[in-house]
């Protein structure tokens, strides 16, 4: 009997926890993947570098360059002036990454070119948020670096060149904010500040998602003013909020109004609630604690349906639109972060099965309809998806997310990879590619890949990450107050219960025992409803093969990945 029983945990603790030697993820395996990212980033950073440095991004079908920054804000190339050369986003936003696969030479390489060849003087009208978290965050992610003295990876001639440009542009940002309200603009002409007539309209992430890295260079330079304007903008934000802890997604930065009521946590919102956490992290303020905990309980209880996360109208909390977006999930990682690995791990599951079902991760898909959006269905080589198997690998150190990891590289590699770069997908149901690769692929998509297969740059070290992943050290001298350690419960609620029932695995409710006797004269405490899902593994092709859950007595369905639990029905 005792034998049985032990063998009863062994089995448990294998489906909870698999044993790594079960997976063919070895360390020669691991130092496999590796090389096969780094191959990957650089096939990317060299065509860049042959056919579109200078200018701001490759287009690798046509091996030419676009000056996206400055398209960022509608100004197509031909209303350039003719010198300019674009700000050579793409080097800036690879930084970063090649500090992380150790290569120091061509890091100081760009560091010097940079220092030299750059300038903001461009009469260029820019997106605030994508110029913050692209070039500025770049900038002074990567000046750390070159001064960290672990590092040592910009010899004698670095004179923080890095750091005067960051605040160059950060002087240039500060007239968005001058504003009524504390809300900035949302585009900026770099050279001659808020253009006349400028749209009022803004979203909650272009005033909500600044304070990192402003917050950095006030940090870094002493001044105050760019970490003011941006905790003033996401204060008035914050302040705005409906009376259930909703924000939605546009509005007019001028009045304070809201356009858009409906949200969810993809476009539009998506790192507003990442830089509530991470400024918490950076900062240690306890004030961006409270709103990030108010934020979070509210996106669990507003827009969480089992698995998936679907739009919700901030002032009644009705659901809007049932949606899956690529930009969703990035939230996983997020919620590594605060501790929720549960839930994680649940809404994880979910986008690797949309991952595999259309090769990559389309940008829209239709949970009511169960169909891809008519008109985007198109996968811009985002790293949303690799970012958060890089978090849960972290947390768990289970190998299945090395996989997963593999999964994603083995379909960028056959479905975007042409001689000339990585290109975006058009149609994930043609894969039919586009002539256009992001920044974003060698700041973000390699470099959380790299990470999943060798973190040893994070060994001993303590970083956050910005939403654009350039890595920022946790510091104690810039924290207010030391954050202290959570301990996450009642995080996770299932809706549409007369009282809401704590769901995360963590926090389980125990249904009414039924005591049985083991034979031995032991009593057995056993669950009076449970029914065992049809497989171990908790697979399933149907609601029909799940069973009924021990803890909570209810019925269990089978999700869109196709796993057991107490998913609600859409
Ligand atoms: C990146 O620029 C950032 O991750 C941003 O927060 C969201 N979109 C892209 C990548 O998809």
Request: hydrophobic letters at 40%; a negative charge; charged letters at 20%.
């Amino acid at each position: 009997m005792l034998v049985y029983r032990f063998r009863t945990w062994v089995l448990l603790l294998l489906v909870i926890f698999p044993d790594s030697s079960l997976s063919h993820f070895d360390s020669a395996k691991k130092k496999q993947m590796r090389e096969k990212v780094r191959k990957m980033f650089y096939h990317a950073y060299e065509n860049y570098m042959t056919h579109a440095f200078p200018h701001d991004e490759l287009k690798p079908l046509s091996r030419s360059f676009t000056d996206s920054l400055g398209e960022l804000g509608n100004l197509k190339l031909e209303h350039l002036p003719q010198n300019y050369n674009g700000t050579a986003l793409t080097l800036i936003e690879s930084l970063s990454s090649l500090v992380i696969l150790g290569n120091c030479t061509e890091f100081e390489r760009a560091v010097l070119w940079l220092s030299e060849n750059l300038t903001f003087d461009v009469d260029a009208r820019v997106n605030l948020f994508e110029c913050n978290i692209r070039v500025l965050g770049g900038l002074v992610s990567a000046h750390i670096l070159a001064t960290d003295s672990t590092n040592r990876l910009v010899q004698g001639s670095y004179k923080n060149q890095l750091l005067v440009l960051a605040e160059d542009l950060g002087r240039r940002f500060l007239p968005a904010f001058d504003t009524p309200t504390g809300l900035p603009y949302a585009w900026i002409n770099l050279k001659y500040g808020v253009m006349k007539n400028e749209t009022t309209e803004t979203s909650t992430s272009g005033c909500g998602s600044l304070i990192l890295e402003m917050g950095a260079l006030s940090r870094l330079t002493g001044d105050p003013r760019y970490e003011s304007a941006a905790l003033r903008a996401l204060r008035k934000l914050w302040s705005m909020r409906s009376s259930l802890n909703l924000l939605g997604t546009t509005l007019d930065m001028e009045t304070g109004e809201w356009i858009e009521h409906s949200s969810g946590i993809g476009a539009g919102v998506d790192s507003f609630y990442e830089y509530l956490f991470k400024a918490h992290i950076l900062f240690g303020k306890e004030d961006f604690w409270r709103m990030f905990h108010s934020a979070y309980l509210a996106v669990q209880k507003y827009f969480r349906h089992g698995p998936w996360y679907h739009e919700a109208d901030m002032r009644t909390g009705k659901a809007t639109y049932w949606q899956l977006t690529s930009l969703q999930a990035f939230w996983p990682g997020l919620q590594v972060l605060v501790g929720d690995i549960a839930a994680a791990n649940t809404s994880h599951r979910e986008f690797v099965y949309v991952w595999k079902k259309f090769g990559v991760l389309p940008e829209r898909y239709l949970l009511d309809h169960q169909m891809l959006h008519p008109t985007e269905k198109y996968y811009p080589l985002r790293p949303e998806l690799a970012e958060s198997t890089f978090y849960l690998y972290q947390a768990t150190k289970d190998p299945w997310y090395m996989e997963v990891g593999e999964t994603i590289v083995n379909s960028l590699n056959s479905y975007t990879k042409v001689e000339g770069g990585f290109a975006s997908i058009r149609d994930v149901t043609t894969m039919q590619t586009e002539d256009h690769m992001h920044s974003f692929f060698l700041a973000e998509t390699c470099k959380y890949l790299y990470l999943l297969f060798d973190d040893s740059f994070l060994v001993d070290r303590n970083y956050i990450f910005t939403t654009e992943g350039h890595p920022l050290p946790v510091l104690s001298a810039w924290q207010d107050r030391l954050p202290e350690i959570y301990i996450p419960s009642n995080w996770t609620y299932v809706k549409d219960e007369k009282q809401t029932k704590r769901s995360s695995a963590m926090s389980l409710q125990v249904c009414p025992a039924l005591s049985l006797n083991a034979g031995n004269g032991e009593q057995l405490a056993e669950s009076a409803c449970h029914v065992p899902d049809a497989r171990s593994d908790h697979k399933c092709f149907g609601d029909e093969e799940c069973g009924v859950d021990s803890t909570s007595c209810r019925r269990r369905s089978c999700s869109m990945a196709g796993y057991c639990g107490l998913w609600l029905v859409v």
